[in-house]
């Protein structure tokens, strides 16, 4: 009760849109946190799942003029495809190793929306996109956007919450606990990590198509390795394999990037105190 009624205390669009940051990458630390907090895959390239959700959005909204909300989910299944077909050849690769791929996979993204000007713009980027229109209304603003962050973070958690209780979720951390062991008891781990990395990319899609409108500008260097570890900083800061944690993290960082923006150029030194303690 107290979120829905906040953007109504909250005069300052400053300050509401550093919130609706917040939620935004709740969500995205939220969904890293399922593929390497309760699966125990390591993925480091979470910030491409991140761009594929953004820019399918903006190009499909600029140049076919469909609906945001549609786009959401759109944005969210090509995620997700992406994450089943870089599933794949990576089933045998644990650690270190799973890490690169997904660390290398996060930069072809990142270098292939910075060279395919056609489509993505190149390196001028996505210009004037849309605003969402919900009954009518064009949603303008950080206090209107908030909503959409919020219902997006709700709507996360619940459905993350459902999966983490039922079988999936159970044969996920069986995995991370003992994939050897979980094996000897029929749950198939290539099956059950791969649709683990499809769900995580799903809402990375998702945060990058409410990401690109609210911003209404996109370009490749919005996805770079550094946005990666921001993410992936938040996740082990707020606590990785639960379910608040991500959101936590997502808070503080958010928090120390903007207590700190002066100093932008050391804020990972900060991050990484903040690791190590």
Not at 99 to 109: H, K, Y
Not at 222 to 231: T, Y
């Amino acid at each position: 009760a107290f979120l829905l009624v906040l953007p109504q205390l909250v005069n300052s669009n400053y300050i509401m849109g550093i919130i609706s940051r917040m939620l935004m990458y709740s969500v995205l630390a939220g969904s890293l946190n399922v593929i390497n907090g309760y699966s125990g895959q390591f993925n480091i390239g979470h910030a491409g799942f991140f761009a594929i959700g953004a820019y399918t959005e903006a190009v499909l909204a600029t140049q076919f003029g469909i609906s945001f909300w549609i786009l959401l989910i759109v944005s969210g299944i090509m995620a997700s495809f992406v994450g089943f077909l870089i599933s794949l050849p990576t089933m045998r690769l644990r650690g270190i190793y799973l890490a690169i791929v997904t660390l290398g996979f996060s930069e072809i993204i990142r270098i292939v929306a910075l060279n395919w000007s056609s489509v993505t713009g190149g390196p001028m980027g996505v210009k004037d996109i849309p605003s969402p229109v919900f009954m009518g209304m064009r949603i303008t603003g950080s206090s209107d956007y908030y909503y959409i962050f919020l219902g997006i973070t709700i709507l996360f958690l619940f459905v993350t919450g459902r999966v983490l209780k039922s079988r999936i979720g159970r044969a996920w951390i069986s995995i991370r606990e003992d994939e050897t062991a979980a094996k000897s008891l029929g749950v198939e781990s290539r099956f059950y990590k791969s649709i683990n990395f499809m769900y995580g990319s799903f809402w990375a899609g998702v945060a990058g198509a409410s990401f690109a409108p609210y911003y209404r500008f996109i370009s490749s260097d919005m996805f770079s390795l550094d946005e990666g570890f921001n993410i992936l900083s938040m996740v082990i800061i707020g606590g990785q394999g639960t379910l608040v944690g991500p959101l936590v993290g997502a808070l503080i960082v958010t928090s120390i990037t903007e207590l700190f923006r002066f100093a932008a150029q050391y804020r990972m030194v900060i991050y990484a105190i903040l690791i190590i303690v």
